[in-house]
């Protein structure tokens, strides 16, 4: 006769917490936020909560100890992130690293509470996993149908000039701060690229 061995019980799958983060500041400071902290959540192989959400005015202010405070998003200053971004074509190029992503919604008392460390974050990843996460950042449909519209008319107006030049920039006060700290950097380095306003 055999003994019957007693049943055990198969061992659980470990369910990782979610790799919650969120954003802060102007449209490079969002993607590099969103671009580092994705790549570490598939460095650690854990699922990402991506905040939905896209700071119009991400101008910052000034702080008591002079340096400039993070503009975290608001219902006044914020809209959905897929209104900028494909958050479906995002999605799916995080989950192809083998995590599940999910858009999540902005939460005051989540989000709002942790550190915008989006510059530590991405100099701490893989640079080109973060690379690869930029280049999923695709225009959402009606992004891409104005952008599309505004190149139409800014090629169509080229052709009829001469020679010229086009660049814009934020030229908040926030802005013309880092200019100034940006160029008076004592390394030798040219770096007067900011237009200073009389």
């Not at 900028?84 to 939460?107: H, R, S, W």
């Amino acid at each position: 006769s055999q003994e019957m061995s007693p049943d055990v019980p198969e061992e659980a799958p470990v369910l990782l917490a979610p790799y919650t983060y969120t954003v802060c500041n102007s449209l490079s400071n969002q993607i590099l936020a969103h671009a580092g902290n994705i790549a570490a959540a598939i460095k650690l192989q854990r699922p990402v909560e991506i905040p939905d959400v896209f700071i119009v005015n991400g101008v910052q202010i000034k702080g008591t100890e002079g340096g400039l405070l993070d503009t975290k998003p608001t219902k006044a200053n914020s809209i959905p992130l897929g209104a900028v971004f494909d958050g479906a074509a995002l999605v799916e190029a995080i989950e192809d690293y083998g995590i599940k992503a999910t858009l999540v919604p902005y939460q005051v008392d989540v989000h709002a509470k942790m550190d915008c460390s989006w510059h530590s974050t991405l100099k701490n990843t893989d640079h080109a996993l973060a690379r690869d996460i930029m280049k999923a950042l695709a225009p959402s449909k009606i992004a891409k149908m104005l952008t599309d519209e505004i190149m139409s008319v800014l090629v169509g107006k080229a052709r009829s000039l001469q020679a010229g030049v086009c660049l814009h920039h934020r030229d908040g006060h926030d802005w013309r701060q880092r200019c100034e700290i940006f160029e008076n950097i004592k390394d030798g380095m040219w770096r007067r690229n900011c237009d200073k306003k009389s």
